[in-house]
């Protein structure tokens, strides 16, 4: 991964920061992925996962999931109600997601895919 993002470079769009977009990525492509207008390619289910474990995981998934084209995946967290230390897959997930460089945007799931639970993320096209 490249260096982490400034407060020049990136925006968190809600006050739980479960929508995120990088700096000069258009609103528009932010809220089509909020409405699930692009429908994932793969997903990554991270249950069960220490946060190192789903950590390396996710960084992989990203990885594998790079398609040289604007990709949609999906990655469920779960939403950390049954931990005694809170969320901390979820929010695992999406600092790495707004650290890493090939992440354009992510949002939170619609309610019929996970909601809270689970994020879509917006893949660059190389």
Request: charged fraction near 20%; glycine fraction near 10%.
């Given at each position: 991964?490249?260096?982490?993002?400034?407060?020049?470079?990136?925006?968190?769009?809600?006050?739980?920061?479960?929508?995120?977009r990088k700096?000069?990525?258009?609103?528009?492509?932010?809220?089509?992925?909020?409405?699930?207008?692009?429908?994932?390619?793969?997903?990554?289910?991270?249950?069960?996962?220490?946060?190192?474990?789903?950590?390396?995981?996710?960084?992989?998934?990203?990885?594998?999931?790079?398609?040289?084209?604007?990709?949609?995946?999906?990655?469920?967290?779960?939403?950390?109600?049954?931990?005694?230390q809170g969320?901390?897959?979820?929010?695992?997930?999406?600092?790495?997601?707004?650290?890493?460089?090939?992440?354009?945007?992510?949002?939170?799931?619609?309610?019929?895919?996970?909601?809270?639970?689970?994020?879509?993320?917006l893949l660059?096209?190389?």
């Open positions: 991964m490249g260096p982490l993002p400034t407060e020049e470079t990136s925006q968190i769009n809600t006050d739980d920061g479960s929508t995120h700096n000069g990525v258009q609103l528009r492509l932010v809220q089509k992925l909020k409405r699930g207008q692009f429908k994932p390619i793969d997903q990554l289910d991270l249950h069960n996962m220490t946060t190192t474990e789903g950590y390396q995981a996710l960084l992989q998934f990203i990885h594998d999931s790079a398609r040289g084209t604007l990709t949609c995946i999906r990655v469920i967290h779960g939403k950390g109600l049954r931990s005694s969320p901390r897959l979820k929010n695992m997930t999406r600092q790495l997601l707004r650290e890493h460089p090939e992440v354009l945007a992510f949002s939170a799931c619609k309610p019929a895919n996970g909601g809270d639970g689970a994020t879509d993320v660059r096209s190389s």
